[in-house]
């Protein structure tokens, strides 16, 4: 339903672009969003996208640096990443929402999610 790419090791201050193809009923998804998971943390919120219209949301701690993106016509949503910092090791996935919600921010909320794509950044 989603798969998720482009993970890697970067350096600190260095940019990656992840990406998030869906399929099947994600495909019918109202909203998407990635969340991320660091070792021995709950998985959290990074940033969401309604897919009508575009409306984004982001955690406090990427603002500014992360941007998420739709392109409606290859059902795939991004997350260019820049400035990364060593805190941003995690493995990121993406997730769809079949609701019609603006509660983006809640891990239960989501119904699809791809399998997790690695992201460290090296200091």
């Known amino acids: 339903q989603l798969q998720a790419s482009g993970g890697g090791l970067v350096q600190a201050g260095g940019s990656l672009r992840l990406s998030c193809a869906t399929s099947?009923?994600?495909?019918?998804?109202?909203?998407m969003g990635w969340f991320r998971q660091a070792p021995g943390k709950e998985r959290e919120f990074v940033a969401a996208i309604i897919w009508s219209g575009g409306t984004t949301y982001y955690t406090e701690s990427v603002k500014g640096r992360f941007t998420i993106s739709r392109d409606n016509a290859k059902n795939t949503i991004y997350l260019q990443m820049y400035s990364l910092k060593p805190e941003d090791t995690a493995v990121y996935y993406c997730?769809?929402?079949?609701?019609?919600?603006?509660?983006?921010?809640?891990?239960?909320?989501?119904?699809?999610w791809g399998q997790g794509t690695q992201v460290t950044v090296s200091s």
């Open positions: 997730a769809a929402s079949l609701r019609v919600s603006t509660l983006v921010r809640r891990k239960e909320n989501y119904d699809y």
């Open positions: 099947g009923r994600a495909f019918s998804s109202y909203y």
